[in-house]
Nanobody, 115 residues
Framework: QVQLVESGGGLVQSGGSLKLSCVVSGFNFRDYTMDWYRQLPAKGEQRDWI?????????DYADAVKGRFTVSRDNSKNTVYLQMNNLKPEDTAVYFCRDRFIGRWGPGTQVTVSS
């Protein structure tokens, strides 16, 4: 059974940093691209793609986070990470990871950035 579980969210001041983790099980993690998305409070159920990392460690980012966020993975731990630096209040959202094996979502982790 494919499962994804995010952690590492919390409350941080503007300019601060957080590192999110997403632990994966149920498929051969190292063979698949992993994505990070976020759901902003003003956008209802819409989830915006923000980053991905391929099986070859190639990365790409949405313009809104480029230069501030870094995605990485540790295949030995079946875990993908999202290092978030210079956080802004507009980064406040629920953050989700998603696999490209079957497109399963994790439950998400809340990030709140205070001004």
């Amino acid at each position: 059974q494919v499962q994804l579980v995010e952690s590492g969210g919390g409350l941080v001041q503007s300019g601060g940093s957080l590192k999110l983790s997403c632990v994966v099980s149920g498929f051969n993690f190292r063979d698949y691209t992993m994505d990070w998305y976020r759901q902003l409070p003003a956008k209802g159920e819409q989830r915006d793609w923000i980053a991905h990392i391929t099986s070859d460690d190639m990365t790409d980012y949405a313009d809104a986070v480029k230069g501030r966020f870094t995605v990485s993975r540790d295949n030995s731990k079946n875990t993908v990470y999202l290092q978030m630096n210079n956080l802004k209040p507009e980064d406040t959202a629920v953050y989700f990871c998603r696999d490209r094996f079957i497109g399963r979502w994790g439950p998400g982790t809340q990030v709140t950035v205070s001004s």
